[in-house]
């Protein structure tokens, strides 16, 4: 579909580069940006595990409207079917989604995609949950501008944030996003 390692293009707007890249130039990327990121995410996690006794990486992402807000939903919550985090984590996010008067879903359309899948492992006390926000809560009408809804949901992402710590730290916490 053109969406994996290096997207060849976007939704609605069509292709995003002019040519085709050469295999030596793909493994140039993996090796200079793909790996080192995700290894360097890694250390975070082990050494943030190490510090707390766990670790719960959220990896935001943004999807177009699925339908009709109030028929659909509006936020996807992914753990690959509960392998990447425990359900615990799962039922926070909804709480604090629902609380908002936001409609959500788990894994479906979205399940969650390769960080999650590759970080993900609850019983290493590594959780890992995708979150697609829907860009209608956020961005005007034509998508491309901050819209009226942007303040709220900052203000859910961060009741998020705040619950899922809560949850793994058994207190309320001080956030820090990196």
């Known amino acids: 579909s053109g969406l ?6 976007v939704a609605g707007h069509g292709d995003i580069w002019t040519r085709r890249f050469r295999d030596a130039e793909m493994v140039a990327r993996i090796e200079r940006d ?6 360097a995410l890694a250390e975070r996690l082990a050494a943030t595990r190490a510090r707390y ?7 935001l992402h943004s999807m177009p409207p699925l339908g009709a807000p109030g028929l659909v939903p509006r936020l996807v919550i992914g753990d690959r079917h509960g392998t990447t985090a425990a359900t615990r984590f799962v039922r ?3 709480v604090e989604a629902r609380g908002a008067g936001i409609a959500v879903t788990r894994n479906a ?27 209608s809560l956020y961005l005007d009408a034509a998508l491309e501008a901050q819209g009226p809804g942007f303040a709220a949901t900052v203000l859910l992402v961060r009741r998020i944030l705040a619950a899922l710590a809560t949850e793994a730290l058994g207190q309320p916490a001080t956030l820090a996003a990196e």
């Open 4 to 9: 994996g390692l290096v997207p060849r293009r």
């Open 34 to 39: 793909h790996r080192p990121y995700h290894q």
């Open 53 to 59: 006794g766990m670790a719960v990486l959220l990896d």
């Open 92 to 94: 926070r996010i909804e």
């Open 109 to 135: 359309p979205y399940a969650g995609g390769y960080i999650v899948e590759r970080h993900g492992d609850p019983r290493r006390g590594i959780h890992a949950v995708q979150l697609e926000l829907d860009r």
